[in-house]
């Protein structure tokens, strides 16, 4: 029988912004200082922004502000002109956190799982059995899950289980997605894949994407801006994408004192990439001559 395809989110306001920030800072309970500091971002419709810091810079603090999680941030937060709060409410943003231990506990297929997000109620245009099972189906036909779509969510690989978490994550037809850490536990063939399958979805769904990792290689796959992180922000725009001039500039001003080590940088030509991005990085960090 056939099923109606899968309908789009709630349009988006008309901004041409997908994510704003304006001189915002937030610190958690009782810390000594804070995880953010005077955060001011301009985020375009359609980019891809990586967000590179240390453990413990504010990356995950970055996203929950952006999903609307987190309450008494100084300074102003938007997304696509609304709070995140409706943001949220509209179901514009998709996310996949760092860990998804929790979906293993159950006993249900790749389909079921990602069909625990596409099933919510999300406007009464939006529901039914014929709209999730179809938009599960686009959706795992989009990450190339299709073929596992019955297997048990917990037999899958590292790689296989962030395909199934960001194919939870469109089911909805969001227009940002946000991925935290999205390549910790996954080989250096599971990160060109995974820079590769991020691409596909911009591509295709016109998303805006915010990825935020450790891993430089991670933020060079998928990226076409960047950003770093650790606590302050030091934002690189880069239009003609992470060209080995771009990285060179971001990684002499920024990424040694942020992650207090000489950070030494090779950047190859596209031709000798094996990520399949403009550059291709080898990396070692030292420890500081004293």
Known sequence: MPTDPPSPAPPAPP????????????????????????????IPAGQRLGVLGPNGGGKSTLLKLTLGLLRGHSGSIRIFGAT??????????????????????????VRQAVAMSAALPLSPLKSGLHHTRAAVDEALALVGMSDLAERHIGSLSGGQLQRAMIARAIACRPRLLLLDEPTVGIDPAGQQKFGELLRRLHDSLGLTIIVVSHDIRTIAASSDRVACLSRTLHSHVAPEGLTPAVLAEVFRHDVAAIFGSDIHIHAHSADACPLDTPVSLTSSIRPPQK
Not at 16 to 25: D, I, K, N
Not at 84 to 109: C, K, M, T
């Open 84 to 109: 995140p709060e409706d943001a949220r409410r509209h179901r514009w943003i998709g996310y996949v956190p760092q860990r998804n231990e929790a979906v293993l506990e159950f006993p249900i297929s």
């Open 15 to 42: 901004s041409p912004l997908a994510v704003e920030f304006r001189g915002v800072s937030f610190s958690y309970a009782r810390a000594d200082s804070p995880a953010l500091h005077d955060i001011s971002l301009d």
